[in-house]
């Protein structure tokens, strides 16, 4: 409640569209450590944070049968990169109406995501069109423990007509590199996100928390909450360039 009421304020000072996401479940974690509060309490959360502050939600689902509770609160089903090329979970999510976000998968070529976007077209003609599907580019594998961004790709799934994010947070991470835990680099985040900008998105995907280090999951990529407002204001003076 604290990083929505925060990330509210300031984007709604900023003239930002601010979708809010978290995660009732990290089904996909390195080891098994501590996961989440569950679906039931995590929507109830959601909802809450939805009601008070009339906020747009998005979270992540891991299993089809999740796919139409979760649309009953979220405005936009995320599908994790490890999933993406899962045809029934995009197709549940599909048939829920609701905004299906795919994050491409950190072992697949950006023109292999027109596939993902025909398997929810089958569910949702003209969806990417429409603007019923997004792509998400989070990084790609380069060996054991590191991921590196290919700027180009970004071009490459804007040319499939939908919207593309880049998520800035998860494409400094180094999975695994911290015995069982993803690591990470926040320091590079303004970096790559200015890169990203300069080249043309449609959205920025970025991991905020009052206390990274504290942080359950992604704490070492996470941005800290109190500089969130200069990171969003150098992104939007960059997106103005465009």
């Not at 995501?113 to 429409?130: F, S, W």
């Not at 926040?186 to 995907?205: K, S």
Request: glycine fraction near 8%.
């Amino acid at each position: 409640m604290q990083t929505a009421e925060t990330l509210n304020r300031l984007c709604y000072d900023l003239g930002i569209t601010l979708y809010f996401k978290s995660s009732f479940d990290k089904a996909n974690r390195t080891s098994a450590s501590a996961r989440g509060v569950g679906m039931d309490e995590g929507l109830r959360i959601l909802s809450e944070v939805k009601e008070q502050f009339g906020l747009p939600i998005l979270t992540d689902v891991h299993e089809c049968h999740q796919c139409a509770p979760v649309a009953e609160v979220a405005d936009v089903i995320q599908i994790p990169a490890f999933l993406s090329r899962q045809t029934d979970l995009l197709q549940a999510a599909a048939k829920t109406g609701r905004i299906v976000n795919v994050k491409k998968g950190q072992f697949m070529a950006p023109w292999d995501m027109r596939g993902a976007i025909d398997k929810i077209e089958q569910i949702v003609p003209n969806a990417a069109k429409e603007g019923h599907v997004w792509l998400t580019e989070r990084g790609s594998s380069f060996g054991y423990g590191r991921l590196v961004v290919d700027m180009t790709s970004l071009v490459e799934m804007r040319r499939f007509g939908c919207p593309v994010v880049f998520d800035a947070t998860h494409s400094v991470q180094q999975p695994s590199s911290q015995t069982g835990i993803t690591g990470g680099n926040r320091e590079m985040v303004p970096y790559l996100m200015r890169a990203a900008l300069a080249v043309g998105v449609d959205g920025l995907f970025i991991e905020t928390h009052p206390n990274p280090d504290e942080a359950i999951s992604d704490a070492a990529n996470q941005v800290r909450l109190k500089d969130m407002k200069t990171l969003l204001e150098q992104a939007l003076e960059l997106d103005k360039l465009k």
